[in-house]
């Protein structure tokens, strides 16, 4: 008998094309696993509403459990509760680190967004720690990068620019 | 295609749009089209407000991928590509429960690429050409500052499906807001070549921003039922942050002297229509179409 237990460990395996360090379940992306006699059901939830790496992930996901002879996987997509990187495990954060992304902070701590506040006021002490150097002299270069989730910071310190896990 | 560089992002996004699990090919007939404004679409007011919500992301979403490879510095290239994901997802996911709720079987690839420009129910703002980087980013702006008003309205609608697609998207309108209001700053308070484009920008776009307020039988319909706010509730913070950004900015709001409407109705200007050939072109050459 299949065990629900089973799928979250297997789903370990898939990881995030655009985040390889993580896994959809360490990223929070996988939501539920339920087990019932029509076959397995695995939900999951973007993390940003256009994130283009959702397709390929759904496709990993069926991939992954079918090389484990899981057949006939369905699969739901949720929009509530919204994703937040407060789901981000500190282990993982740690992982994402050593990679060489600057992780998020947690929600409550960042200053609200909405808060319009002019560029050129906001110097001082970065909350964002280099992960090269762990320098908080950064500054944010701008506030989209790569992939919807990161931005992208400069240390001025040694002078190396780097990615930032956005707080979300 | 008008648009030669249908780079990264966009195509992405819009592969994901027409995805063969998605596609119904058989609801569009070839041939046949819309006789009025009207037609075409469900009496639902329901479906009319979820249609006007999706529709302004989906053509704004559009007109910012038309800036890929185009923008004056790569991180606002990699910006406004990272707006149009966001905007064209939340219309995927709202044009999709569209779709279920007026139960004619089209999916959101249906709605998107095989309505013509008069079922579309978009304001006039979004559907306007990108303009310059000044008009893009004050049109961007005036946009956002309604857009997170209206999604932290529509998070408590009794429609939990909509409720929980406003809860995503309004956090990512709150980072679209900061963005385009710090550009609203620079572009304003900067060069006297910026300061003129960003108040001229300001002063073509004015005239499109009461539709963004405007109450019909829809939107009475919809506040009964409380699917959505009083768009009438929202109009005097929007007017707070636009004042407090465009001061800053040392712009000049322009007098309102005039309102340019008919958006959510079907009534378009004609570059909405230039703009769909462009959007539609390939779902509507190649039906059914999977890749």
């Excluded at chain 2, 139960?103 to 978009?122: C, M």
């Excluded at chain 2, 963005?179 to 776009?205: C, F």
């Amino acid at each position: 008998m299949l065990a629900a237990n089973d799928v979250w460990t297997w789903l370990e395996d898939v990881k995030d094309p655009e985040v390889p360090v993580l896994s959809v379940v360490e990223l929070g992306i996988v939501r539920e696993v339920r087990i019932e006699d029509a076959g397995v059901t695995v939900t999951i939830t973007p993390t940003y509403s256009g994130c283009p790496a959702m397709l390929e992930i759904e496709q990993e996901i069926v991939r992954a459990l079918g090389a484990r002879g899981v057949e006939g996987v369905r699969l739901e997509t949720v929009y509530a509760p919204a994703w937040t990187t407060d789901w981000i495990s500190d282990a993982a954060k740690q992982k994402l680190a050593a990679y060489g992304i600057a992780p998020p902070s947690t929600v409550a701590e960042e200053p609200n967004v909405v808060a319009i506040q002019s560029r050129r006021s906001a110097a001082g002490r970065s909350a964002v720690a280099c992960p090269y150097c762990g320098s908080h002299e950064t500054e944010l270069r701008s506030q989209y990068g790569s992939t919807a989730c990161k931005a992208i910071q400069f240390c001025r310190s040694c002078q190396q620019p780097f990615e930032e896990f956005k707080t979300f | 295609m008008t648009n030669p560089i249908a780079t990264r992002s966009s195509t992405r996004s819009h592969a994901a749009f027409v995805s063969n699990k998605h596609m119904t090919s058989g609801t569009w007939v070839p041939g046949k089209r819309s006789d009025t404004a009207t037609s075409g679409i469900a009496s639902d007011p329901h479906v009319t407000y979820l249609l006007r919500v999706a529709d302004d992301r989906l053509v704004l979403g559009h007109r910012l991928s038309e800036w890929c490879g185009h923008a004056p510095i790569l991180e606002e290239d990699i910006a406004l590509g990272n707006f149009a994901l966001d905007l064209i997802g939340q219309a995927s996911a709202l044009l999709k429960h569209a779709g279920g709720i007026e139960s004619k079987g089209r999916s959101e690839d249906t709605l998107a690429y095989f309505r013509d420009a008069v079922e579309y129910r978009n304001c006039l703002l979004v559907e306007l050409p990108r303009g310059d980087f000044a008009m893009t980013l004050v049109r961007q702006f005036l946009f956002d500052a309604y857009d997170v008003l209206l999604l932290e309205g529509l998070v408590t609608s009794t429609d939990k499906t909509l409720g929980g697609i406003a809860a995503k998207a309004e956090k990512e309108a709150r980072y679209h807001l900061r963005h385009s209001a710090e550009w609203v700053r620079m572009l304003g308070d900067g060069t006297a070549e910026s300061h003129g484009r960003a108040q001229r920008a300001l002063n073509d776009l004015w005239t499109y921003t009461p539709e963004l307020f405007a109450v019909d039988d829809v939107d009475r319909a919809i506040v009964e039922r409380g699917i959505g706010p009083d768009p009438v509730g929202l109009r005097d913070r929007w007017r707070a942050t636009v004042q407090r950004v465009v001061s800053d900015a040392t712009l000049t709001l322009p007098p309102d002297e005039h309102a340019a409407t008919g958006g959510r109705t079907g009534r378009h200007t004609e570059h909405l229509g230039r703009m769909l050939s462009d959007m539609q072109s390939l779902a509507r050459a190649h039906p059914g179409a999977t890749w």
